[in-house]
């Protein structure tokens, strides 16, 4: 299986299904540069370089520089969208690389996807909505794993997938599995 973990971070998510899935293949992609390099460096502590990728740039809906917006108190809530969890706690911002799910793929030589988790703070929707409108069918993940709060209205991004034929199969306090039909 492939994976494709858009806003890894430190690789939570992404460095455990690697460990716990020697089948697996990982391309974690993490926009900050400094939690890029500790992403980097996990991999190499874990000794999963054979298995898992790190890129240093943004998904993005189109190829280009992107402003990355950090957020003072959590890294973790760094986004493309200016202070959408917390207005009050973003001050500066960075220039990225950004690059479509399409040329993500591309860069890392992935023909088929398993699953594509997004977590990229409010900017789920343009990007994945940019893939799924261009991309052939045949290479959209298997598996969508988005964030999607458990009492709240369905994002705009678990929606669209819901329109573009994908189905909820778990739903987790915080996040939300799809799967394509």
């Known amino acids: 299986a492939t ?15 690697a460990w716990e899935r020697k089948d697996l293949k990982l391309v974690a992609v ?9 992403l980097q460096r996990h991999v190499e502590f874990n000794q999963l370089q054979s ?6 740039l943004a998904a993005s809906p189109q190829n280009s520089l992107v402003k990355l917006y950090l957020d003072e108190v959590n890294q973790g809530c ?26 993500i793929l591309a860069l890392a030589d ?9 977590d990229i703070e409010g900017f789920e929707f343009p990007v994945l909505e940019s893939f799924l409108n261009h991309a052939e069918e045949a290479a959209w993940p ?7 709060h458990k009492d709240a209205a369905l994002s705009p991004a678990v929606s669209m997938a819901l329109s573009k034929g ?16």
């Open 142 to 148: 298997k598996y969508l794993q988005l964030e999607q």
């Open 30 to 38: 993490e926009a900050h540069p400094e939690l890029a390099a500790r």
């Open 110 to 118: 992935i023909d088929k996807l398993e699953l594509l988790k997004m």
């Open 78 to 103: 760094n986004s493309l969208s200016e202070g959408v969890e917390h207005p009050e706690r973003v001050s500066t911002s960075i220039d990225v690389k950004g690059l479509t799910i399409s040329e």
């Open 51 to 56: 298995r898992c990728k790190c890129l240093q």
């Open 3 to 17: 994976v494709l973990d858009v806003g890894a971070n430190i690789g939570g998510y992404g460095l455990l299904l």
């Open 166 to 181: 994908y189905i909820k199969v778990l739903q987790t306090r915080m996040n939300v599995i799809l799967e394509k039909r």
